[in-house]
């Protein structure tokens, strides 16, 4: 296992770069160099203030459109910037502690890169403009372990890899070992939507899986106001923790905003559950504001839940942002919570009590009430945490 010890007291805000530095998803021309990248130096402090010490950022490198859509693995999307300004990001971010996680697009590329001898012909999931990469050829498992090696070098923590659940767990039993020999420390996540987590990170050898079961009985949940669907899930979710310690989260670049889905009021116990039980935490920007947005099945479905970061946030999220600075501090308190297995005592419906125990045996209590809107963290009897709508 790779990674442990950035994992075990990460807590992430997760960022979508080409929309949240406000660049031109779709620009009709190869867009000029503009510096984009500065001002997310600008939102570092912020990351410190909230109480998190990870930066996982969506792609980076130079694409045509919403980045998945690699042109060189190699290049800064020059619609951010240049090397020079993410060299000044990574030292900034280091500087205060932070670790930088970047997105890995190694499934697929542009069906217009300058990879196409090393794609299969067949297209990403009916996106043409997507090509799949040959994950049977030597020369795209070296090709993918040198650029993992290149910005582990250049000085980020490790990678998100994108779309892992369509690569053959086979092809990273060839790359990571080559990847931890140089970086035995590099964090490793891999995107699983679906399939067996725990056989997937056993044979792929890959560190941690985006636990999108978890996000699912989650909100789901809440909305059908059934927590017996959570329960069958934290049950999953401690069998995982057997194996690995998956990446949990209510919000990414891919979903429909938890505010938008729930309401802000269950939002606030949705954050409550997702710092109480074991994994590492993400928080997608904005989400400890309050944002909405809700994503759609067509061309532009995808911007209102990757909108532009404002100069500054509105005063109207301070309410919430509090409460996630609290539930932060909480998780910080008690770093055991990162592999504590949870146990159900009691539910109904619309309400639920759960007590997290940690491998040293230490206990939190965690009382859920839809009909209220309420959470109450509890150690012993003394109250860490209560919110009431």
């Keep these: 296992m790779g990674g442990m010890s ?15 530095l406000g ?39 130079e694409s045509v459109s919403h980045g998945y859509d690699t ?13 020079e300004d993410m060299d000044a990001l990574l030292e900034a971010a280091n500087q205060r502690g932070i670790g930088v996680l970047f997105d890995g697009v190694f499934n697929h590329v542009s069906s217009s890169s ?13 996106h043409d403009i997507l090509a799949e990469l040959d994950h049977t050829n030597p020369a795209v498992v070296d090709l993918v372990v040198d650029v993992m090696n290149h910005w582990l070098d250049r000085g980020i923590a490790g990678w998100r890899l994108d779309a892992v659940y369509a690569i053959a767990p086979e092809f990273w039993e060839k790359v990571l070992p080559e990847v931890r020999r140089k970086h035995p420390h590099a964090w490793i996540v891999g995107e699983m939507i679906h399939g067996d987590y725990s056989d997937y990170v056993k044979s792929s050898g890959i560190d941690s899986v985006t636990e999108y079961e978890l996000w699912k009985a989650i909100w789901s949940s809440i909305k059908e106001r059934n927590f017996f669907e959570l329960e069958w899930t934290l049950s999953r979710h401690n069998e995982f923790l057997d194996t690995f310690v998956p990446q949990t989260f209510i919000g ?18 949705a954050a409550a559950i997702l710092f109480t039980v074991g994994g590492t935490p993400s928080i997608y920007y904005g989400d400890e504001q309050g944002f909405t947005g809700l994503k759609e099945d067509n061309v532009f479905g995808d911007d209102a839940i990757r909108p532009p970061l404002p100069a500054e946030f509105s005063p109207l999220g301070t309410w919430i942002e509090n409460i996630y600075k609290a539930l932060i501090a909480l998780r910080r308190q008690h770093p055991w919570l ?24 230490e206990e ?9 809107v309420s959470v109450r963290i509890l150690d012993g009897e003394k109250v860490l945490f209560q919110y009431s709508a």
Excluded at 71 to 83: C, H, V
Excluded at 252 to 269: C, K, M, P
Aim: net charge negative.
């Design 6 to 20: 950035f994992a075990e007291h990460a807590i992430i805000w997760h960022v979508y770069p080409l929309g949240a």
């Design 23 to 61: 660049a031109p998803i779709r620009p009709e021309a190869p867009a000029p160099v503009t510096h984009r990248l500065p001002n997310l130096i600008g939102w570092l402090d912020y990351v410190v203030e909230l109480g998190c010490n990870a930066l996982m950022l969506g792609p980076v490198f």
């Design 71 to 83: 042109l060189d693995f190699y290049r800064i999307d020059p619609r951010l910037g240049t090397e």
């Design 114 to 126: 300058k990879y196409l001898d090393l794609t299969t012909g067949a297209s990403f999931e009916g």
């Design 252 to 269: 990414n670049h891919d979903v429909t905003r938890i505010a938008t889905r729930i309401g802000q009021s269950n939002a606030i116990l």
């Design 338 to 361: 990162y592999q504590a297995h949870t146990e159900v005592l009691e539910i109904a419906n619309e309400a639920m009590t759960y007590k997290s125990v940690g491998l040293g045996g």
């Design 364 to 372: 939190l209590t965690v009382h859920l009430d839809l009909e209220e």
